[in-house]
């Protein structure tokens, strides 16, 4: 059981009445209290509760009924080591992405008119306008038990912290077509490990909903849907909705297996399976003022395993210290502070290490004074979480979106110049030498030049080539292998990295004090 927790980074789904080739034999009632006994007993011996998913009787032709039961056991978090998803919220705008997490993150149904969203909004104009511009991020915690606990009186991020061992982080992101730059950046550059497409019921696939979708898949994120606003309309409209949705997720591009859940059994189901193969597509219908379906939502998100075993983190773990910066701020008393995800390594308080690129390809040296973890201190951040560091007096001008902060042992490879194998998915003309793109890869968001197409002239919708592009502003640091996004009005295409031509050694920076 031990191994198993460890495996699946403290959770592990046990079926108690299944014999190892997947017969279902069945235990007596008697039997299966015994087993779960026992079980209970185990997990108490490594630190974790056990829940009982669902029970089932087994048909079969005996006289004394036969039941199979499906558990789960979560370790009880121990040092902030909780479990974190990171889920990007896609969707049309006024689709009910905003309402729906705040309904979910704070436990009361909305009024029909927006009001649980209000406490999401970051700006002005989006409390005035009802519309998401910038990324923010919700959280919704699950104890070892599976039961939620952000939603007793006055919980602050820290407590929900404490006492959670698996954290849902909810991206909530712009539905609008006017900030699709800020949802793409919210997409490349937090590494969401699935993505929740929202749907309203009432207007179906509308507006950016196939543009995140397309997006999504570009980016190889698991995606699942949620229908909301079923109040508002007829049985026969959502019915229309999901066969709308069904009909575009079996098309030749998308490939997909839509999985419609109407029970708690097809919730458990479709959290499994959604984790193992790709193609599936769960679509959930729901409502976030009368509150229907919701606690199908909880129970999936409960269930749903990480997409990295803990292998694969351990890997990423022993490299050195590389951390996406991509929010700057300046806090009263506190001094700079970025947020961003860990790439790889393991950073401390009190480390030193270099921020760069600047304009002139240089790194500067600063110091990690504190770190906050989903709002609450933290003492070690390690690969794959995201986190905001505070680097004291360190001057804010020198930072920009998309730098990285390394290991001073690291060897960055800084470059004007890369080439890329892309797909052109869209383009009113052609695409030629001397075009201008908007590059996404990873946190690196900026204007790039097309310097050359190799062995064509031109481009053309659905076309592949390699192309040679050059960054306008700034040398970034990029890494051989990366997915990139690039846009320019209607222009759009997908592509990886497949060489860089870097600048001269990297020049390490003094650290510069504010004066």
Not at 492 to 509: F, N
């Amino acid at each position: 059981m031990k191994w198993r927790l460890q495996e699946g980074r403290g959770e592990a789904v046990y079926q108690i009445g299944v014999e190892d080739n997947g017969m279902l034999a069945g235990l007596s009632e008697e039997d299966l209290r015994t087993s779960l006994n026992t079980l209970h007993r185990l997990a108490e011996k490594v630190g974790a509760d056990i829940t009982v998913l669902r029970e089932r009787e087994v048909d079969d032709d005996s006289d004394v009924p036969r039941k199979i039961a499906e558990v789960l056991i979560r370790k009880v978090p121990d040092d902030q080591q909780f479990l974190d998803l990171r889920v990007a919220v896609l969707g049309n705008v006024d689709s009910g992405k905003s309402t729906l997490l705040g309904v979910l993150t704070q436990g009361e149904l909305d009024n029909g008119r927006g009001r649980t969203r209000l406490n999401l909004f970051r700006h002005l104009h989006e409390i005035q306008t009802g519309r998401t511009s910038s990324i923010s991020f919700e959280i919704l915690g699950f104890n070892s038990k599976g039961e939620v606990v952000n939603y007793s009186e006055s919980r602050t991020a820290e407590e929900i912290c404490e006492s959670a061992s698996k954290m849902i982080t909810f991206i909530d992101l712009a539905g609008h077509h006017k900030y699709l730059k800020t949802t793409i950046f919210g997409l490349t550059s937090y590494c969401p490990d699935f993505a929740m497409l929202v749907v309203s019921a009432n207007t179906g696939i509308a507006g950016t909903t196939r543009e995140h979708l397309g997006l999504a898949m570009a980016l190889k994120v698991p995606i699942f849907i949620v229908i909301s606003k079923v109040d508002l309309c007829t049985r026969a409209t959502v019915e229309r909705t999901v066969r709308q949705l069904e009909r575009v997720l079996k098309q030749p591009g998308c490939n997909k297996v839509p999985i419609v859940i109407s029970s708690a059994d097809d919730a458990v189901t479709a959290a499994q399976q959604f984790a193992q193969s790709p193609n599936i597509t769960p679509i959930l219908t729901l409502s976030s003022v009368s509150g229907e379906s919701l606690d199908l939502l909880k129970v999936f998100f409960n269930i749903l395993p990480p997409l990295s075993n803990s292998k694969e983190q351990e890997e990423l773990m022993q490299q050195l210290t590389e951390f996406q910066v991509d929010e700057i701020y300046t806090v009263p008393e506190v001094g700079t502070v970025v947020g961003g995800t860990l790439y790889s390594g393991i950073c401390r308080e009190g480390d030193d290490l270099v921020v760069g690129p600047t304009d002139s390809g240089h790194f500067h040296k600063l110091t990690i004074e504190s770190i906050q973890r989903n709002r609450s201190a933290c003492r070690v951040l390690r690969a794959g979480q995201a986190a905001t560091l505070a680097l004291g007096n360190f001057d804010r001008s020198l930072l920009r979106k998309g730098m990285v902060i390394v290991s001073p042992e690291m060897d960055p490879t800084i470059c004007w110049m890369f080439e890329a194998e892309i797909v052109l998915l869209f383009h009113a003309k052609t695409f030629h030498k001397g075009f201008q793109v908007t590059v996404h890869i990873g946190n690196v968001r900026q204007t790039a030049t097309v310097e050359a197409v190799y062995g064509k002239e031109e481009l053309r919708t659905g076309e592949k080539a390699v192309v040679l592009f050059k960054f306008i502003k700034h040398p970034e640091y990029l890494k051989v292998g990366a997915k990139m996004l690039f846009r320019e009005s209607v222009t759009k295409g997908i592509g990886h990295v497949t060489k860089l031509q870097p600048i001269a050694q990297y020049r390490m920076g003094s650290f510069v004090l504010k004066k």
